[in-house]
């Protein structure tokens, strides 16, 4: 503010006279697939295996991700005049959202194949000595498979 200099931020934006109708457009689009990707989880969640049973996780995933984008929508809108902090806003509930959603549907199955894998290795190292030869059949059957003449 030197010499009566004056310092005025400001950002530049793009739009044009048909923003809003593209805008809609992606709306409805993200709309329909959130509305599938629900109707997809309510048919599959009754399925018998295991790991292919998410209906739950994904039904608190799409819990989540309307949740932020209504709380990100109101801000975005009643904040209108401050980039800045708008951009904040719109970030922080991207980050947020697709964080939950990986730790939602990923630490489940991460953690069941790690419980898996320490189970059955006490268990094979319960059956049988770690130094004992000749108790691995299936590859010896493999190798002479291969190797025949």
Not at 67 to 74: D, F, H, Q, T
Request: charged fraction near 20%; hydrophobic fraction near 45%; glycine fraction near 6%.
């Amino acid at each position: 503010m030197k010499n009566g200099a004056e310092v005025r931020p400001f950002v530049r934006v793009c739009e044009s006279k048909y923003s809003q109708y593209f805008e809609w457009a992606l709306y409805i689009t993200q709309g329909a697939l959130l509305t599938f990707g629900a109707f997809l989880a309510w048919e599959t969640r009754k399925v018998k295996i295991e790991a292919l049973n998410d209906s739950h996780e994904i039904g608190l995933c799409i819990y989540n991700v309307i949740v932020l984008s209504a709380v990100g929508l109101i801000m975005t809108l009643l904040l209108e005049d401050k980039d800045v902090l708008v951009y904040v806003i719109t970030s922080g509930c991207i980050q947020i959202g697709t964080t939950l959603i990986e730790v939602v549907l990923f630490i489940p199955k991460i953690h069941a194949i790690k419980t898996k894998v320490a189970e059955s290795m006490t268990r094979s190292s319960i059956e049988r000595p770690p130094n004992q030869p000749g108790n691995n059949q299936r590859t010896i059957r493999i190798r002479n498979f291969f190797m025949k003449d």
